[in-house]
């Protein structure tokens, strides 16, 4: 496996990237209980919202209110059973993203400052929501949903109906180290910046996973993605996921299929990652290894692994209340 690193950079820097897609062999739809965007379990419908089973009553008013009333008492929506977090920071952390404008500069810093403002704005919003919380138990449904409707000026977020989650039966974990990364998919130098979460904690199976850092861009698939967080406080009633990791791989063949605006030209998102075979990227050399992976999408069949790049991301998620629209 040739170490990877690009397909980030592009989303980071348009402000615009997402990815979704079905789920691989090694995912958790092999789990019990199952998993898979829109999937239907007691108490929500195939969209995500919340039935009659699965919500916690109305909170203060008639419950009629819509988003811009939450300062009047009135609840904005029906409300989720379980907690929700709403990612506050985020980091690419792998790879750094290289542009040869003309010479190669490495526009990682850029491409954060961005993505944070995106995020302190709300134009960005991806949500966490812990279904049916249980810290003692083995098992934990987490529903990610990668948009939805927060108000500026509020502490709580609206589901956008139209946004189906993807849900994993993830794993709490008390004494164990929560996430073992392969090294050969991360650049070395990149290590002692990446999150590695302590106990207690929570981590997902590896699955195909949608991540919206922007609403333009069309999805593209996050391939054996994969999170996990440090439950703060303490995983009895935890206001933050911690010291939280992101990470998958994204092919060559939707990279190229992406373009985004910098200082006024169209770059491809595959061109910026160094070492692959675009005309324009920026070349390995003895200080920049190739950020290009190869991975096998289906070991079921003859096609070769296909190149792309691992992007592993950093974030912080804090407590939010999160609600269904009212009827």
């Known amino acids: 496996?040739?170490?990877?690193?690009?397909l980030v950079g592009f989303a980071a820097v348009a402000l615009l990237g997402c990815f979704r897609g079905g789920f691989l062999d090694d995912t958790c739809e092999q789990l019990s209980g199952g998993c898979g965007a829109g999937m239907t379990s007691g108490g929500m419908s195939s969209g995500g919202v919340p039935t009659t089973g699965g919500v916690a009553s109305t909170s203060e008013g008639s419950g009629t209110g819509d988003a811009s009333s939450g300062s009047t008492g009135e609840s904005p929506g029906v409300k989720f059973d379980g907690p929700a977090f709403r990612i506050v920071a985020m980091k690419i952390i792998d790879p750094h993203i290289f542009i040869e404008n003309p010479l190669c500069i490495d526009a990682s810093a850029f491409i954060n400052s961005g993505l944070t403002t995106s995020l302190m704005t709300k134009e960005t919003n991806l949500i966490l929501l812990a279904r049916d919380f249980d810290p003692d138990a083995a098992q934990q449904e987490f529903?990610?949903?990668?948009?939805?409707d927060c108000p500026v000026d509020e502490e709580y977020c609206l589901l956008d109906a139209l946004v189906p989650p993807t849900i994993f039966i993830s794993f709490n974990?008390?004494?164990e180290n929560c996430l073992v990364v392969d090294t050969n998919t991360i650049n070395k130098n990149s290590l002692p910046d990446l999150n590695l979460p302590s106990p207690p904690c929570v981590v997902s199976p590896k699955a195909s996973l949608p991540l919206q850092l922007t609403p333009?861009?069309?999805?593209?698939?996050?391939?054996?993605?994969?999170?996990?967080?440090?439950y703060?406080?303490?995983?009895?009633?935890?206001?933050e996921l911690r010291d939280a990791i992101l990470f998958g791989f994204i092919p060559k063949s939707q990279a190229m299929m992406l373009?985004?605006?910098?200082?006024g030209s169209a770059?491809?998102?595959?061109?910026?990652?160094?070492?692959?075979?675009a005309a324009d990227a920026c070349p390995v050399d003895m200080g920049h290894p190739s950020d290009v992976?190869?991975?096998?999408?289906?070991?079921n069949d003859a096609v070769p692994a296909e190149p792309g790049v691992f992007l592993y991301l950093n974030f912080t998620a804090t407590k939010i209340d999160f609600y269904a629209p009212p009827p």
């Open 1 to 6: 496996m040739v170490r990877g690193s690009v």
């Open 143 to 148: 529903w990610f949903y990668r948009a939805a």
């Open 173 to 175: 974990r008390d004494d």
């Open 216 to 230: 333009e861009l069309s999805p593209i698939t996050f391939y054996q993605g994969q999170f996990a967080a440090h």
């Open 232 to 239: 703060e406080p303490d995983d009895q009633d935890p206001t």
């Open 259 to 263: 373009e985004y605006n910098y200082n």
């Open 267 to 277: 770059i491809n998102l595959w061109s910026v990652i160094r070492g692959s075979d």
């Open 293 to 299: 992976d190869l991975l096998d999408l289906d070991p």
